[in-house]
């Protein structure tokens, strides 16, 4: 995840979020966050054929590398 500042991690009540979110809340591609899924770094939970990521696992990781 980049130094620069990124947008706060929503509180609206939901435990995922879908990897657009996670993408602009860390400013990275898509990509970056598929490949985090994918390699096991970033936990995810299968919903069909997307990808939803724990919360709570987003703020371990934005913590973890502030």
Do not use: N
Not at 38 to 62: D, K, M, N, W, Y
């Amino acid at each position: 995840m980049p130094d620069e500042v990124s947008p706060p991690i929503p509180t609206t009540g939901h435990d995922l979020l879908t990897v657009s979110e996670v993408a602009a809340i860390w400013l990275v591609s898509k990509m970056t966050v598929y490949r985090m899924v994918h390699s096991g770094e970033l936990p995810a939970v299968r919903v069909g054929q997307s990808f939803c990521i724990p919360i709570e696992s987003v703020r371990a990781l934005t913590t973890r590398s502030g």
